[in-house]
Every structure is written in structure tokens, then in C-alpha cells.
């Protein structure tokens, strides 16, 4: 990673950090620059104590794999994320959500890199100033190297409670978001101070998006907004970035006139 990053300083050259992709939309011009897709795989117990584990993970872990682990191993928390495409890094990014988990609740540490120097520093789960979607790894002046997070023991009996949970979490996103062709979510909820115009203070931007008909109607070329879900954005074989974007912005010129706010991407 540090050989990678002193390469593209050399060369004068923008980086991007890439995960598996799964919330990303990358432009119809390309990206010109460097991508680096972190290959840092390995997961390590750090700490045992009597009732919870510190477990590391490389960044370059795939989210479900790691659940996987945990499971495996009688440690239980991530399974709350199941089904979420991404990596480790990608996750920490986001601030990983579902529902009224974030993952900022289970990480306690982690090592990032800084984007100009190289140096790889261990910082603690404030450095992040997490908030929803939001982390400072968006700042782009540090890459997520590992995280460590801190999981509750558990016996033979919660761990395969945990693992039905794991299941059905899967099972019930697998029937209510499409899986193929998008990148998930694509507005973020509001906060209760964007919505105090309204006349319900929902904080569920899917709510609004529903109330203005879009659901498998509103299109641009083979971009359609999802029958399954409003807030996700299916492409149907040929779409381009430019048609997703130009689709997005009608959802949110259509919210506004309706609801005089306006739905800001993930």
C-alpha cells in the first residue's frame, strides 16, 4: 500500500480506494488516476476476555466473510449487517447501517494510512467522527488499512439463534431490494430537522419517493427506479452512469415540488 500510493505520487496521479464497488457509481469517462483495491484479507483474534473478543480485520476483507468468521467462532454483533455487499474498508467508510445498527457501535480501533506521507497510524473510533454515511476516511486524506471490533462471546445455543437471524435477514432483503444491477439505497434518509415541513416528521426518504409514484415507473433509458423498492435505481441491462444521474435528479426535483426537500445521495 505505501509502494502504491509513493508510485502515484511520483506519477502525479489521483488514487481511489476500491472495495467490491457495491455503492459506488463510477463515471461513463472512467476514472483517471490510480485504483487501488486493497488485497489486506487477514482476520485475527487481538484480545479474549471473558465475555467479548477484539477481532481484526484487513480492509480488503469481503463484510460477509467476516460475519461468516464470527459465526464460526461464536461471535456474535456484524451478523446484524447481513446481505450488505462491500468489504471491510468500504463499510467503515459508510459508517455501515441497518435499521438502528451502525458499526461504529462495534469498532473500537483501527490503522489507516496517510494518503501523502505513507505512514500507517492506529487511531480509536473517535478519529472518525462517524455520523450516518459519513466517516473522515471521506475526507481522502487517510485509507482504512484494518479495523478491530469488539464482539460478545456467545455459546452453541445464541450462536445458532444468531445464525437463523443471519438467515432471515438475507431472506428478507433478498425479497424486498432488487440484488442485481444497482448500488443499493440510493438517497439517505432525512434528519427530523429536514422534514419538519411536512406534515408526518418521517425520516424515511422511501416514504416521500413512494408518495410521488416513481416505483417501477419514472425511467431514463434502460435506469429505472425499482418496482421493489423506491429509493433504489435498477439498471436493466444498458444504462448509463449519465442516465442513473439524470434519473436521480428527477427523483429529487419531483420530492422537492411535492415536499419542498430535496433527497441528498449516499
Not at 130 to 146: E, T, V
Not at 150 to 157: G, I, M, S
Not at 181 to 209: H, M, P, R, W
Not at 243 to 254: G, S
Amino acid at each position: 500500500f505505501q509502494q502504491v500510493l509513493s508510485f502515484a505520487h511520483q506519477k502525479n496521479l489521483d488514487q481511489f480506494v476500491l472495495g467490491q464497488g457495491a455503492n459506488v457509481l463510477i463515471a461513463d469517462q472512467g476514472f483517471d488516476g490510480l485504483i487501488i483495491r486493497p488485497a489486506l484479507k487477514n482476520i485475527e483474534v487481538v484480545a479474549d476476555f471473558e465475555h467479548t473478543v477484539f477481532l481484526k480485520a484487513g480492509s480488503g476483507v469481503v463484510f460477509h466473510d467476516l460475519i461468516q468468521f464470527c459465526l464460526n467462532h461464536h461471535l456474535l454483533g456484524l451478523e446484524e449487517f447481513s446481505g450488505i455487499p462491500g468489504t471491510v474498508g468500504g463499510s467503515v467508510y459508510i459508517n455501515l447501517h441497518y435499521y438502528e445498527f451502525l458499526l461504529e457501535q462495534f469498532l473500537v480501533s483501527a490503522e489507516v494510512i496517510n494518503q501523502q506521507t505513507g505512514q500507517i497510524i492506529t487511531v480509536d473510533k473517535h478519529w472518525f467522527n462517524f455520523g450516518y454515511d459519513r466517516s473522515a476516511l471521506q475526507d481522502k486524506k487517510h485509507f482504512l488499512i484494518s479495523a478491530t471490533f469488539e464482539l460478545k462471546k456467545a455459546t452453541a445455543v445464541e450462536t445458532a439463534y444468531a445464525q437463523g437471524r443471519h438467515f432471515e435477514i438475507i431472506r428478507h432483503r433478498q425479497r424486498r431490494y432488487p440484488t442485481v444491477g444497482t448500488c443499493g439505497s440510493f438517497f439517505q434518509n432525512f434528519s427530523e430537522q429536514d422534514v419538519v415541513k411536512t406534515d408526518k416528521k418521517l425520516i424515511y426518504v422511501a416514504y416521500y419517493l413512494d408518495q410521488i409514484g416513481v416505483k417501477g415507473e419514472l425511467c431514463v433509458g434502460d435506469a429505472i427506479v425499482s418496482h421493489q423498492h423506491a429509493n433504489m435505481i435498477v439498471n436493466r441491462g444498458k444504462a448509463t452512469s449519465d442516465d442513473i444521474i439524470k434519473l436521480a435528479q428527477m427523483m429529487q426535483e419531483k420530492v422537492w415540488q411535492r415536499f419542498g426537500i430535496v433527497p441528498e445521495p449516499e
